[in-house]
């Protein structure tokens, strides 16, 4: 499985890279304009004389994911994050993770916070029923104050408390 390092670009929009098994490195920077960035760095390479950028409007970012593979759902998220005043959170399951194999509802509470949606392969499941069971791979999307967020994400992956006011 591919690692996907994600950072958020205050005021810019979000980076996303992997490193390639080659030790290429292939980077997204998702503009909020709605345009993006892909930087490629050759392996090895010491300085930027390895790397290639190219600015992407919107339709030909959604034209170059859909020939790799890639799907509108991750998209319809970065837009949700996008929302002003609205926190919003997601994170991938990973094999080890707490909650993998097992229904949502297991989850523990936290003060404000909704799971809006579960993404699996390229359906995204909203508002799951507690009986709803995660696997791994799937994607958790979830809004409220961000403390709560970060508390359920520490539940999905340790299976601890959620809420962080407890």
């Known amino acids: 499985m591919v690692e996907v390092r994600r950072v958020a ?64 759902i991750v998209e319809s998220i970065a837009e ?20 993998a194999g097992r229904p949502i509802g297991e989850l523990p509470a936290a ?6 949606a579960v993404v699996r392969d390229d359906h995204a499941h909203p508002s799951p029923a507690d009986d709803f ?4 791979g799937d994607t958790l999307v979830a809004v409220g104050p961000a403390e709560g967020i970060e508390g359920v994400f520490r539940a999905v992956h340790t299976g601890a408390d959620g809420d962080a006011e407890a």
Do not use: K, N, Q, Y
Request: proline share 4%; hydrophobic share 45%.
């Open 9 to 72: 670009l205050p005021g810019v929009g979000v980076l996303h890279s992997i490193t390639t098994a080659d030790g290429a490195e292939v980077s997204v920077v998702a503009h909020r304009t709605g345009s993006s960035d892909l930087v490629c760095r050759r392996a090895g390479a010491p300085d930027d004389s390895g790397t290639v950028s190219l600015r992407l409007e919107e339709d030909e970012a959604h034209t170059v994911a859909e020939l790799l593979g890639g799907t509108r």
């Open 80 to 99: 949700l994050e996008a929302l002003p005043g609205v926190p919003i959170g997601w994170v991938t399951l990973d094999e080890d993770d707490a909650i």
């Open 111 to 116: 003060s404000g916070v909704a799971v809006v």
């Open 133 to 136: 069971v995660m696997r791994f």
